[in-house]
């Protein structure tokens, strides 16, 4: 019996050479024991019928080779010819019956709905606390038109990129992403600029992180802080009263200002004043805070995997539904407070037309951004017939959060008697620390940015160091160096110039200014000329998207 079990060529018999043989590289032997049975055998609801004796013989002749040598050694594995198609796979049963093995592709794919969702929740990030600021900078009426407006071209230039691999036809590019479409179009300059302006999105993103933890950490630390020992604290002296009080950290603001940081007015019930000064000396927005987060991150960075992290995704989109129920909440309570003047500021509104537009516009191009992973989720789609349908039905839905939340803090902040100018870039600082249902929505965003934090770091070490080393972890020091860097870069800017708004808006002109308008639109007219049907009217249209694009970024610089 124990002979049975033996191989009849030893793997020490077999010489190095014939280890790598074509057939048999691509085989993974211990998976492949099927065998191939007529359709009038295979189990369905019908009668079960024995196997043919054909079905038979290639079992037998599959479990030869594996007599011939060790389920390590592929030298006598069964060769490619033997091996059936993978539709063609079946389970061998002892009773006599063959049993369809389930495509694992098919069976990993989603329905419409879960990649419509998915879409949605990749694309709800940071952005949505910045857009009642950013409609307050372009007017209301001017930013609701320029919001449909740029979703509808960021979504015409995601058709694109999800389509780009297709248009070429003398290359097999079913694993092919938009930097290999970059690559084969222009060369080593486009998939490494592509590179660079995809790190720029995703590093972008990190200081925004950065900046947003350490804004709700310190709000959330006031908060326990003067629960515990019954501190009132007002953080302005320009505000609403009531159980839904709003407040203005700067009253005295220009159009435009985007100062984040309030000062802190405290009035002391029963406690020592020192004890409360004490703690805002370790407990700063900005000299503290940034730097405590150092010890709880940077360790997380590190690891050699997120996939621990990517288990609690499914807090961001808790976190947005609860600041859409918030946000109605709070649009209830405080009603709506509207006047419309077209092209003249009044004493508490804004003009419905405002020429700081831009900045909304560069907010808009990072809120809508997702042209870099928008392949590799349409993958996962289980009717791909239905990919375009599915992306713009995502859009849609994105664009009306975005709009519904804008829309609704912008009307129901309290003007008179705060200025519609007070709207700060993270409209969650209009509120005080002692707001319960906004120290809840900080907590929530809080959790989830502290795990979807490593994973933005993930990405960014894995296309850098794959691109310069060609390992996704070359070594501790290599990873240590690089997490510094990115953590440095969130710190100084929380420290210094905490302004979310800023941030994201030039972050999301600068990717958007490639991956979004110059490489998709060249890349369509490219394949529109190699398919002839390039119009003067397509190449007039293209070639405005690369203006736009330059355009919003050159204005970044002028707001």
């Given at each position: 019996?124990?002979?049975?079990?033996?191989?009849?060529?030893s793997?020490?018999?077999?010489?190095?050479?014939?280890?790598?043989?074509?057939?048999?590289?691509?085989?993974?032997?211990?998976a492949?024991?099927?065998?191939?049975?007529?359709?009038?055998?295979?189990?369905?609801?019908?009668p079960?019928e024995?196997i043919?004796?054909?079905?038979?013989?290639l079992?037998?002749r599959?479990?030869?080779?594996s007599?011939l040598?060790?389920?390590s050694?592929?030298?006598?594995?069964?060769?490619?010819?033997?091996?059936?198609?993978?539709?063609?796979?079946?389970?061998?049963?002892?009773?006599?019956?063959?049993?369809?093995?389930?495509?694992?592709d098919?069976?990993s794919?989603n329905?419409s709905?879960?990649?419509?969702?998915?879409i949605?929740n990749?694309?709800?990030g940071?952005?949505?606390?910045s857009?009642?600021?950013?409609?307050?900078?372009?007017?209301?009426?001017?930013?609701?038109?320029?919001?449909?407006?740029?979703g509808?071209?960021?979504?015409?230039?995601?058709y694109i990129?999800l389509?780009?691999?297709?248009?070429?036809?003398?290359?097999?590019?079913?694993?092919?992403?938009?930097?290999?479409?970059?690559?084969?179009?222009?060369?080593?300059?486009g998939?490494?600029?592509?590179?660079?302006?995809?790190?720029?999105s995703?590093?972008?993103a990190?200081?925004?992180?950065?900046?947003?933890m350490?804004?709700?950490?310190?709000?959330?630390?006031q908060?326990?802080?003067?629960?515990a020992?019954?501190?009132?604290?007002?953080?302005?002296?320009?505000?609403?009263?009531?159980?839904?009080?709003?407040?203005?950290?700067?009253?005295?603001?220009?159009?435009?200002?985007?100062?984040?940081?309030?000062?802190?007015?405290?009035?002391?019930?029963?406690?020592?004043?020192?004890?409360?000064?004490?703690?805002?000396?370790y407990?700063?927005?900005t000299?503290?805070?940034?730097?405590?987060l150092?010890?709880?991150l940077?360790?997380?960075l590190?690891?050699?995997?997120?996939?621990f992290?990517?288990?609690?995704?499914f807090?961001g989109t808790?976190?947005?539904?609860y600041?859409?129920?918030?946000?109605t909440i709070?649009?209830v309570?405080?009603?709506?407070?509207?006047?419309?003047?077209?092209?003249?500021?009044?004493?508490?509104?804004?003009?419905?037309?405002?020429l700081?537009?831009?900045?909304l516009?560069?907010?808009?191009?990072?809120?809508?951004?997702?042209?870099?992973c928008?392949?590799?989720?349409?993958k996962?789609?289980k009717?791909?017939?239905?990919?375009?349908?599915?992306?713009?039905v995502?859009?849609?839905?994105?664009?009306l959060?975005?709009?519904y939340?804008?829309?609704?803090?912008?009307?129901?902040?309290?003007?008179?008697?705060?200025?519609?100018?007070?709207?700060?870039?993270?409209?969650?600082?209009?509120f005080?620390?002692?707001?319960?249902?906004?120290?809840?929505?900080?907590?929530?965003?809080?959790?989830?940015?502290?795990?979807?934090?490593?994973?933005l770091?993930y990405?960014v070490?894995?296309?850098?160091?794959?691109?310069?080393?060609?390992?996704h972890?070359p070594?501790?020091?290599?990873?240590i160096?690089?997490?510094?860097?990115?953590?440095?870069?969130g710190?100084?800017?929380?420290?210094?110039?905490?302004n979310?708004?800023?941030?994201?808006?030039?972050?999301?002109?600068?990717?958007?200014?490639?991956?979004?308008?110059?490489?998709?639109?060249?890349?369509?007219?490219i394949?529109?000329?190699?398919?002839g049907?390039?119009?003067?009217?397509?190449?007039?249209?293209?070639?405005?998207?690369?203006l736009?694009?330059?355009?919003?970024?050159?204005?970044?610089?002028?707001?």
């Amino acid at each position: 019996m124990e002979d049975d079990c033996k191989p009849l060529l030893s793997s020490e018999q077999i010489g190095e050479s014939y280890v790598h043989r074509g057939s048999a590289d691509s085989l993974d032997f211990k998976a492949k024991r099927p065998f191939h049975v007529e359709p009038r055998n295979i189990v369905d609801d019908d009668p079960q019928e024995r196997i043919s004796a054909e079905a038979a013989i290639l079992n037998s002749r599959v479990h030869y080779y594996s007599r011939l040598t060790g389920s390590s050694d592929r030298l006598l594995s069964p060769p490619n010819h033997v091996i059936p198609q993978p539709e063609e796979i079946y389970i061998y049963s002892p009773l006599g019956t063959a049993f369809k093995v389930a495509d694992g592709d098919s069976a990993s794919k989603n329905p419409s709905i879960i990649t419509i969702f998915a879409i949605w929740n990749t694309m709800m990030g940071t952005s949505i606390l910045s857009i009642p600021w950013g409609i307050k900078q372009a007017g209301f009426t001017l930013g609701i038109l320029i919001l449909i407006f740029t979703g509808l071209l960021m979504l015409y230039c995601c058709y694109i990129v999800l389509k780009s691999p297709k248009g070429i036809i003398c290359e097999n590019t079913t694993d092919w992403e938009f930097p290999d479409v970059c690559r084969y179009y222009f060369g080593k300059f486009g998939q490494w600029s592509s590179l660079i302006f995809s790190m720029v999105s995703l590093i972008g993103a990190m200081v925004v992180y950065w900046v947003l933890m350490s804004n709700f950490l310190y709000n959330t630390g006031q908060f326990i802080y003067n629960k515990a020992l019954n501190v009132n604290m007002s953080d302005s002296e320009f505000g609403t009263n009531g159980s839904d009080r709003v407040i203005c950290p700067y009253p005295n603001t220009n159009p435009g200002g985007n100062n984040t940081i309030s000062t802190l007015y405290v009035s002391n019930i029963g406690n020592d004043t020192s004890d409360v000064s004490s703690f805002e000396r370790y407990w700063s927005k900005t000299n503290t805070i940034p730097f405590y987060l150092i010890i709880l991150l940077l360790p997380l960075l590190c690891f050699r995997s997120a996939s621990f992290f990517a288990r609690f995704t499914f807090l961001g989109t808790l976190s947005v539904i609860y600041l859409i129920v918030m946000v109605t909440i709070k649009a209830v309570r405080l009603g709506f407070h509207l006047e419309f003047h077209w092209f003249g500021a009044a004493q508490f509104y804004v003009p419905e037309f405002r020429l700081m537009f831009p900045q909304l516009t560069g907010v808009l191009t990072l809120a809508f951004f997702i042209h870099n992973c928008i392949i590799t989720l349409m993958k996962s789609n289980k009717h791909q017939e239905n990919n375009v349908r599915d992306l713009s039905v995502a859009y849609v839905l994105v664009g009306l959060t975005y709009l519904y939340v804008g829309v609704m803090i912008f009307a129901a902040f309290p003007s008179p008697p705060l200025f519609k100018d007070c709207i700060e870039p993270n409209f969650l600082d209009n509120f005080p620390s002692s707001d319960v249902m906004v120290f809840v929505a900080r907590t929530f965003l809080l959790f989830q940015m502290i795990t979807v934090y490593p994973l933005l770091g993930y990405l960014v070490r894995v296309q850098i160091m794959g691109q310069i080393f060609g390992k996704h972890y070359p070594s501790f020091c290599h990873i240590i160096t690089l997490n510094i860097l990115i953590v440095g870069a969130g710190v100084l800017m929380a420290k210094f110039y905490p302004n979310i708004g800023s941030i994201i808006r030039f972050s999301g002109a600068t990717c958007g200014l490639t991956l979004v308008f110059v490489f998709p639109a060249i890349v369509r007219m490219i394949s529109l000329k190699q398919q002839g049907s390039l119009s003067w009217p397509s190449a007039f249209f293209h070639s405005f998207l690369i203006l736009l694009g330059f355009a919003n970024l050159v204005a970044q610089f002028f707001m």
